[in-house]
């Protein structure tokens, strides 16, 4: 096939989805064709050695990657987001016009950031059958906790639109399922594809001293959370579980994020001396660093449109045949649950939690890696790159055929 792919994001940007699919794609026999923006992200500022033009196109056997300019003005607020947002649909919808016009079928990793610029496409390419794989139904338009099908805003309206033209929505995420099908989505036209992880990079493996040292101190257990400090995880839930368990545990917070001051402050409120921060590392030191902890930590907060998602994190934590607490409700509690992967317990409880952490200070270490073995085989099995590929390589050429 011919297939077209739209994505806000793309490498070297770190916005693996799209990449590997495109690579994937174009592996297996296909033709692939990538729009997408000039690399900006999470700086906001257009990388070094790159310049925004309007005609920049890369290719290599199979696969060509067409980028067109958007805003990047390195302001983090709603209106830059906006002006990101608008002037990349208008650009994609300028040069995807013809670059786009002959694809069989058309892909779209599907962010809020990449709503207007699908709208624009649906209307100029009229017949090109579309698949949408929604990441992420939160606009940030609002204060989270708001009811999805009462969200307002731009964003929220046309997203919902987009949605119900598309000729197939993939979700990450049984009960994003119902919640796009809640958003007026016939049921049959969508299929639920959990996302994978780099494989190249996570995968079971020894730590080594300088990985020990940094997340060690003694024997203690230790329980790490790596990734974003956001409002989204209520990492302060993990501060009070920990600090009321500082002779028994330790907590690492691994990475930084808006939240970050916040979270630090009440660990010093508290006096959790055995709650520490390490900055964000790179991807590649994280398999050594989870494999250094005991268990790795996924925390979201109580809030309706989180119960459908799946942090990537929990992705990595499985490849790497990691254990895990979650203090998450939803698909993350489940799927933790349902491989026999580590423990769980309902989001922003941080007494719940903190019961949880003792008793994953008791289990003993032939136990936790039977967990990390269970999770592992659990990622092979259903959100592999493999796995996630097939369904998706399948759900284009079925709505390819049927149109």
């Keep these: 096939m011919k297939v077209g792919i739209l994505s806000y994001h793309f490498p070297p940007e770190p916005a693996f989805i799209p990449g590997s699919l495109a690579e994937e794609l174009a592996r297996r026999g296909h033709e692939v064709r990538v729009l997408t923006g000039f690399p900006d992200y999470p700086g906001g500022q257009v990388y070094p050695g790159w310049r925004q033009r309007f005609r920049h196109v890369t290719r290599s056997e199979r696969l060509t990657v067409r980028r067109v300019p ?22 994609a919808a300028l040069a995807g016009r013809r670059y786009l ?3 069989d079928v058309l892909y779209v990793f599907q962010f809020p950031a990449t709503t207007f610029a699908t709208a624009g496409l649906l209307r100029l390419l009229g017949r090109v059958p579309t698949v949408l794989h ?14 999805a099908q009462a969200r307002p805003g731009r964003i929220a309206t046309t ?36 996302n994978w992880t780099d494989e190249r990079i996570f995968q079971p493996v020894r730590p080594g001293r300088d990985a020990q040292a940094l997340v060690r101190r003694d024997a203690r257990c230790v329980v790490m959370h790596a990734g974003t400090i956001g409002v989204r995880q209520g990492l302060e839930t993990a501060v009070r579980a920990a600090a009321a368990l500082d002779d028994r545990m330790d907590l690492v917070l691994v990475g930084s994020g808006a939240q970050e001051r916040r979270v630090r402050g009440l660990a010093t409120e508290l006096g959790a001396d055995n709650v520490r921060f390490l900055e964000r590392r790179s991807p590649l030191d994280m398999p050594e660093l989870y494999a250094a902890a005991d268990y790795q ?6 809030l309706p449109e989180l119960s459908g998602t799946v942090p990537s994190k929990v ?3 499985l490849a790497c045949a990691a254990p895990m607490v979650a203090s998450a409700g939803g698909d993350t509690a489940a799927l933790v649950e349902r491989a026999r992967a580590g423990l769980s317990c309902p989001p922003e409880d941080w007494a719940a939690l903190a019961d949880r952490f003792w008793l994953a200070t008791t289990i003993p270490a032939p136990a936790r890696v039977e ?15 493999r796995a996630g ?7 284009l050429r079925e709505i390819a055929v049927r149109r």
Aim: avoid cysteine.
């Design 371 to 385: 967990m990390g073995r269970r999770g592992r085989e659990t990622y092979l099995r259903e959100m592999s790159l």
């Design 297 to 302: 930590l996924v925390t979201l907060r109580d």
């Design 389 to 395: 590929v097939d369904r998706i390589e399948a759900l």
């Design 315 to 317: 992705q990595s934590a």
């Design 134 to 147: 929604v990441q992420d139904l939160w606009t940030g338009e609002v204060a989270p906790g708001q009811a």
């Design 159 to 194: 997203m919902r639109r987009v949605l119900r033209e598309a000729d197939a929505v993939a979700v990450t995420a049984p009960s994003m399922r119902e919640l796009v099908v809640a958003d007026g989505v016939a049921e049959a036209r969508v299929r639920t594809v959990l």
């Design 70 to 91: 958007r805003y990047a003005g390195g302001d983090a607020s709603p209106v830059a987001r906006m002006a990101g947002y608008l002037s990349f649909a208008g650009s």
């Design 101 to 103: 016009a002959d694809v």
